[in-house]
């Protein structure tokens, strides 16, 4: 798993590079102060990084990859998720966004239980599934800082559904580039 969360990373930072120059002549004005921001979202089962980058004007790409501590197991899931978001400004001030949309995720984890005090493994399964998601955001004018709090709801196609359960909640912490 360590080295898919690192291969994500390096691809998004690859991708940041690539459309610096094109964002930078133009290209719409967003809500957001930012045009891409990189951090961490977590809740107490969750923990996980997110990339989200402004294409044009208010609609913006969300991607999501994050490691879910179901009973205390170890290092046996990843979801990777990518979602479109509209957003709009709230409470009058440009700091503050409100955003909504939708997309999809594609999941993986060991399958474990246990004989005789034993653990044993069935294999890896695989969860497809939508998402939708609604938040809100805060972005600080003076620091390259952005904060946000979402409830991302989804049901998978197959496999376990919990979409009203412990892990749709979210709280972001994003480094800003503008």
Known sequence: MKRIMLLFGVLSL??????AQRRSSGGGSSPADYNTALG??????LVGFTVKHFIKGPH????????YFE??????????????????NVFGKSEWNMYA???AHLGFWRDYYWDNGRRRGEGT????????????EYTFKKIP???SADLKPYVNFNG????????IGGFSVRYTFK
């Open 14 to 19: 690859m991708a940041f590079q690539a459309n």
């Open 40 to 45: 961490v979202r977590v809740n107490p089962w």
């Open 60 to 67: 913006a790409i969300e991607g999501i990859v994050h490691h």
């Open 71 to 88: 009973n205390g197991d170890d290092a046996s899931n990843v979801t990777f998720t990518g979602l479109y978001e509209y957003h709009w």
């Open 101 to 103: 949309g939708g997309g």
């Open 125 to 136: 399964d695989v969860a497809v599934g939508l998402d939708g998601i609604f938040g809100v």
């Open 145 to 147: 800082l952005n904060l």
């Open 160 to 167: 376990y559904n919990d979409f009203i359960g412990e892990q």
